[in-house]
């Protein structure tokens, strides 16, 4: 299958993107040129095969729920672009 | 170009030890070099001249004072732009950490403080770590010391660049799929990406979580062995760490291969009707002759399903990554767009379309389509399942072999700008080095030729958690050949790389 300018478009608004008219383009053709490949996985009879999503053979790594101490607000708030008090500030999120 | 610059950072170390040299003298004659060659070059983002011979000092006073801080204590290291320092600043190479200080230190940056080591400054590479040519870095690309018109490799391409140009004994990399042993070929360098869980990655800018690596890059093998035994080890900030103790890597580089069984497989020199170019064969083939010369033994073998590497690859990790950077919105930390905005929606959008390059958009993408719904069965679940058969494959292979051998990369560096308008071209140049990553196995890079004056890579793939024997296959294959201490010649900025090398160091044997 191919992927529309429309269907980039939605993709593009699900990866909080925004592209450009131009840019759009050039994405469509190259995504198509890439998901090219893609479709040789369908080659493969993979039924009953177990997904991989970690390598390494472990599960639930536990450990003890201790408190310990966070990095002080004013450490974390040093990189935001702006801040009000202790708290990140964004434009309104809800009418 | 000072005669210090020359030492391997063994020696370098144990000259630092004894007092015969000063960690600020030898910091000193690489900062000098680095701006000797860096506008050639261009290996660093940033470079930290005041702090590096601050603490080389610091370092001279300690050992002076009797403390025994280790093998690499005193020795700069170049350290790419993708793991966390603390107070200074990390971009990842991206606009959209540009400005970005973290609050805490990575894993690896304590384990290489506590050893001693001194950081020269941040190495270039691709935005993210998305890429094989460094050309993706928000920051203008590294040149490659061995022809200024071709591209290091990527993604820790400044890392590779530094240890070649001679800027930097010792660096540190990243490798999610080829991203440490890729630049290592093309540079001349030796690379090693460590089994998945091997080196932790807290403070790690995470790319693709289930294959992203922190190793070791240097000039040889033993370097390469003392720099992954500062790095190895359980970190219980990273719950994907393995908790096993790092054997003694130093130990390993006895030289005996005698009776050690090599795999070659031959889907690692043709995929899907492509070859490896004739030299890259022919080197590396020559390479697995020398090694059966000291008494390892190599049989022919298959791996069927890494004729579907570079889909299952080319799905995963940019779905992982879509994830991971869903983080860079503008809100806590990092690049918010200055435009006005109508809601928090829009906010995103922008300060994202400003903050993030062609290529990391096209992951993201990418991996955002492969993960939506209706999709996610078809792409995402099937890469998982065919990741599966791939790793299957290698433990097949694993029963037979203690070690497989194949090349690094599929062709010689190729020019700047050769790749940049051709994503697909430029995803096949990690063809031979994603399954490494697909498996979670240990890999690394030995020089071990050249062609037209560019060297050439031998990739040596390890069972999990066995980088010892990997090492010591490295080295007895270094101590036979005089590959790695082939560099190019060392001149000043306009004249470095090109087809003239010289021998450094010891000189041919």
Known sequence: MRLSHEEVEHIALLSRLKLSDEERERMTTQLNDIMAFFEQLGELDTTDVEPTSHVIPMSNVLRADEVKPSLPADDVLANAPERAGDTFRVPRVVE | ?509
Not at chain 2, 2 to 15: F, N, Q, V
Not at chain 2, 63 to 70: D, H, S, W
Not at chain 2, 367 to 394: E, H, M, N
Request: proline share 6%.
């Open chain 2, 1 to 509: 170009m000072s005669d210090e610059l020359l030492l391997t950072a063994a020696e370098a170390g144990r000259l630092i030890a004894r007092r015969e040299l000063s960690s600020r003298e030898l910091t000193r004659a690489c900062l000098e070099r680095v701006r000797a060659v860096e506008g050639a070059v261009h290996a660093f983002v940033r470079i930290s001249d005041d702090a590096a011979l601050k603490r080389a000092e610091e370092i001279d006073r300690r050992i002076a004072a009797g403390e025994n801080l280790g093998p690499l204590a005193g020795v700069p290291l170049a350290l790419k732009d993708i793991v966390c320092t603390r107070g200074e600043v990390t971009t990842c190479c991206s606009r959209i950490l540009e400005h970005y200080v973290p609050a805490y230190d990575a894993t690896v940056v304590q384990r290489l403080r506590q050893a001693g080591v001194v950081f020269l400054g941040k190495t270039n590479m691709d935005e993210f770590a998305m890429g094989s040519s460094t050309e993706n870095s928000a920051f203008g690309p590294t040149h490659n010391p061995w022809d200024l018109e071709r591209v290091p490799g990527g993604s820790s391409g400044g890392s590779a660049a530094a240890l070649a140009a001679m800027e930097a004994p010792l660096a540190v990399g990243s490798d999610t799929g080829g991203s440490i042993r890729q630049p290592a070929a093309f540079c001349g360098i030796t690379g090693l990406k460590p089994t998945y869980g091997r080196v932790s990655r807290y403070g790690l800018i995470a790319f693709a979580s289930s294959l992203d690596q922190i190793g070791p890059m240097t000039r040889d093998v033993r370097d390469c062995a003392l720099l992954l035994q500062v790095l190895a080890g359980h970190d219980p900030m990273d719950s994907t760490s393995v908790p096993a103790e790092a054997p003694d890597y130093a130990a390993a580089l006895d030289g005996d291969v005698k009776g050690l069984r090599i795999g070659i497989p031959g889907e690692f020199f043709e995929y899907r009707g492509r070859r490896v170019s004739r030299e890259i064969e022919d080197t590396v083939r020559a390479a697995v002759r020398v090694l059966e010369g000291l008494g390892a033994v190599a049989e022919e073998i298959s791996t069927p399903h890494l004729q579907y590497v570079i889909p299952v690859y080319y799905i995963i990790a940019p779905a992982e990554a879509s994830s991971n950077l869903a983080r860079y919105d503008g809100v806590e930390y990092g690049h918010r767009t200055p435009a006005p905005v109508e809601d928090i929606v829009e906010l995103y959008r922008q300060t994202r379309e400003e903050g993030f390059g062609a290529e990391v958009k096209r992951r993201i993408m990418l991996g955002t389509y492969a993960l939506s719904a209706g999709y996610y069965d078809a792409y995402y679940g099937k890469a998982s399942q065919v990741r599966t058969l791939i790793r299957r494959d290698f433990e097949k292979a694993f029963e037979r072999c203690d070690l497989l051998l194949a090349p690094v990369t599929p062709s010689l560096p190729f020019r700047l700008g050769e790749k940049t308008d051709d994503p697909v071209e430029m995803y096949l140049s990690d063809v031979c080095t994603i399954a490494a990553n697909l498996a979670g196995l240990p890999a690394m890079s030995v020089p071990c030729g050249h062609a037209r004056g560019l060297p050439i890579g031998l990739q040596i793939v390890g069972k999990p958690l066995d980088e010892a024997t990997m090492l010591r296959a490295a080295y007895a294959f270094q101590e036979a050949t005089d590959f790695h201490r082939l560099t190019p010649r060392p001149s000043p900025a306009g004249e470095a790389g090109g087809a003239v090398v010289q021998w450094a160091g010891r000189g041919p044997a």
